[in-house]
């Protein structure tokens, strides 16, 4: 508990006249927090326009907000003339949003996913850094803005990214009120958020946003024996006035606008990435990087060692933010998302920022002794540089299409082992007790930098193999010969898109009259269309001429149709 100081403890001596505030703006007292933020928002937005939709669940959950603008009906998710059944319904209105603010294209879609990413490092700095120091939150930012699970969902089309951000905030809350603010009014401010927070992610992602969070630190409470936390953000009747009539009142909301949405919420969504063990073990492995045995070192130093310590000291916050990435962790592997394992990264990156910040500020070693850095440091390397020989070719295996993308992920790990070398550079060369603080300052400094860095490759990797589907619309003018009535036009989606789920009947056709083209022909349906693509077969998407659309198509689309042309939509480029 902090020490309250009284303001007559900064009042000038008798005798002596005040001493006048500095006059600094903002922008000079905060520069160094602002070109960090710009950093990670460069980092977090760049590209995400780029390329096109990575997998057919980004085109759902792209083209579910684009019907909804166009028909005006924010309570009916339809996937082209069908219900939807899902319950990221915050997720699509959010994304409705930015498709009205900056028009139909990925960037729209992708965005709120990557700030919600930028909002799982906050999450996280609110956990670590009470006391506003400076380096814990910056070390914790970096932290939880580099790790690769952290960002790979951050950039896609889901609400995953959300779900974790609004779960990691109220972590952070439930660890403030836990830290005994010194003024109520702080105790109630981080209440309030304690309850806003799941009940934001219930909207956003689905029940188990709002019941994982309250399961979770009933779990923790009970394992400890220690239910003040819990008491107090139960006692402050405004607050759980909010959870429950906010909860209640959105499904009831659903109920009235559409009863199958009450249905909808209860559906286990669909998943991005397959439930198997050795993808799963895969995910887990590499997300962390680059700061997996920096992780398990906090991790260990933070677990209770027996009965009577867990008792004792089991109530610290570092023990509550491992039970909280199990407890999630857990949860999302017996469900199968393993994008939902996104939620563990604000205790994850909370774990690994304070705990690095304690032993950057240990005392030097002296004599035979070894610091705590220098073992975390040792330890990343044994569990980095297996994984770096392994990961690939485990990667290429599970993604096929990542194939494509060896120009970013050799790029990558060369960061990656760039990050492994300068850290245990500084680290050795600080066994000199002179040289400790100067040494132990650039670890901080040049090994965060060097882990944000390691983003840049890993953004590529989206753009490339995006490239190699050829995702991105392009716009080609397959023929047009002149004195026709109707002109082909393909617009290049890998794999079924926004322009995929925008029309009132679907066929799915092979043209003949193309060469190198089979003239199999299927009816439309999800399997049909999606083994298609999965087989990398060429298929063509045909809009007749009196075709309506249920959502907006590109305008060069609606430019042919209105002269009474075919347009054609392919998935190939070649």
């Not at 703006?25 to 590209?47: D, E, I, W």
Request: proline share 7%.
């Amino acid at each position: 508990m902090q020490k309250r100081v009284s303001a007559k403890q900064y009042s000038s001596p008798a005798g002596m006249a005040p001493r006048p505030a500095p006059q600094t703006s903002f922008l000079s007292r905060n520069r160094k927090v602002l070109l960090f933020l710009a950093f990670l928002l460069y980092l977090y937005l760049r590209g995400i326009g780029d390329h096109g939709l990575l997998d057919p669940l980004e085109g759902v959950n792209a083209s579910i907000p684009l019907t909804m603008l166009a028909r005006g009906d924010y309570f009916s998710p339809r996937v082209g003339d069908f219900l939807c059944a899902g319950k990221a319904l915050g997720a699509w209105w959010l994304s409705a949003i930015s498709i009205s603010l900056f028009g139909w294209w990925e960037f729209a879609v992708r965005l709120w996913p990557a700030l919600a990413g930028l909002g799982v490092a906050l999450a996280a700095v609110l956990a670590v850094a009470p006391g506003g120091k400076a380096r814990r939150a910056w070390l914790t930012a970096s932290v939880s803005a580099s790790m690769a699970l952290g960002f790979v969902v951050s950039q896609l089309a889901s609400s995953h990214a959300l779900y974790a951000c609004c779960t990691g905030l109220a972590m952070a809350a439930f660890i403030r009120v836990g830290q005994q603010p010194p003024t109520q009014r702080e105790e109630r401010r981080w209440v309030l958020l304690a309850h806003a927070a799941p009940l934001a992610a219930l909207v956003v992602h689905g029940p188990e946003g709002i019941l994982l969070p309250w399961l979770a630190l009933l779990f923790f409470s009970g394992l400890t024996r220690r239910f003040g936390t819990l008491r107090t953000c139960l006692a402050w009747w405004p607050a759980v006035a909010l959870s429950l009539l906010g909860a209640v009142g959105y499904l009831l909301l659903l109920g009235l606008k559409n009863p199958m949405l009450l249905r909808f919420v209860l559906y286990e969504s669909p998943k991005f990435l397959a439930p198997d063990g050795r993808l799963a073990l895969l995910f887990i492995l590499t997300g962390t990087v680059p700061w997996p045995g920096f992780l398990l070192r906090a991790a260990w130093e933070a677990m209770p060692r027996d009965r009577a310590a867990l008792q004792e000291y089991g109530a610290s916050p570092e023990f509550f933010m491992v039970v909280w990435a199990l407890f999630f962790g857990v949860f999302a592997l017996l469900m199968g998302d393993l994008l939902a394992l996104g939620a563990c990264v604000p205790a994850l990156a909370a774990l690994t920022g304070g705990a690095l910040d304690t032993w950057l500020e240990a005392q030097p070693p002296s004599g035979a002794e070894v610091s705590p850095i220098q073992i975390a440091v040792a330890v990343n390397i044994l569990v980095l540089v297996p994984l770096l020989l392994a990961v690939i070719p485990l990667a290429l295996g599970a993604f096929p299409l990542l194939r494509s993308a060896l120009l970013s992920l050799v790029p990558w790990g060369i960061f990656v082992a760039v990050f492994l070398f300068a850290t245990w550079y500084y680290a050795r060369s600080g066994r000199d007790p002179d040289a400790w603080p100067r040494q132990m300052t650039k670890l901080a400094r040049n090994g965060a930098a060097i882990a944000l860095l390691c983003l840049m490759p890993l953004a590529g990797v989206f753009d490339l193999a995006a490239d190699q589907g050829g995702l991105r619309d392009v716009g080609l003018a397959l023929r047009g010969a002149v004195g026709r009535e109707d002109t082909v036009m393909q617009y290049a989606v890998n794999r079924p898109s926004l322009y995929f789920y925008t029309l009132h009947s679907y066929t799915l056709v092979n043209a003949p009259q193309l060469p190198g083209v089979a003239s199999k022909r299927f009816v439309w349906d999800d399997t049909a269309l999606h083994n298609a693509w999965d087989r990398r077969e060429r298929a063509f998407l045909l809009i007749p001429q009196n075709q309506q659309p249920l959502s907006p198509l590109p305008q060069d689309v609606y430019n042919v149709m209105e002269a009474n042309g075919l347009v054609l939509l392919s998935n190939r480029l070649n």
